[in-house]
């Protein structure tokens, strides 16, 4: 990320969802929308923020930065071993509508 765009508080009491479908990559904390660029990279989001939220509910005690620094780097480990995310196209999903 280059700059923060939203902040918002994930706390014990945060709804965490997520849509069912094929290669759906929404997800939601309480009232906030988000969309993954795979189902896989949703599916990571998720784990992380429930992870987050384990911790909160059970009062866990504030990482040091040692194990900030082990979080960081399994998580770049599952990030690593995702498939690439689709590239960018210059067209739209949807066919453009011939003229008559």
Known sequence: CDHEVLCFPITDH??????????CTVFA???H???????????????AISNVKVKLM?????????????????????LDALP???SP???GLVPPVADS
């Open 14 to 23: 945060s709804t965490v969802s997520t849509r069912k479908g094929s290669y």
């Open 29 to 31: 904390i309480d009232l």
């Open 33 to 47: 929308r988000f969309c993954a660029r795979t189902s896989e990279e949703k599916e990571l989001w998720v784990r």
């Open 58 to 78: 059970f009062d866990a005690p504030e990482p040091s930065q040692s194990e900030l620094e082990i979080f960081r780097a399994s998580v770049g480990e599952r």
């Open 84 to 86: 690439p995310p689709p």
């Open 89 to 91: 196209s210059s067209r």
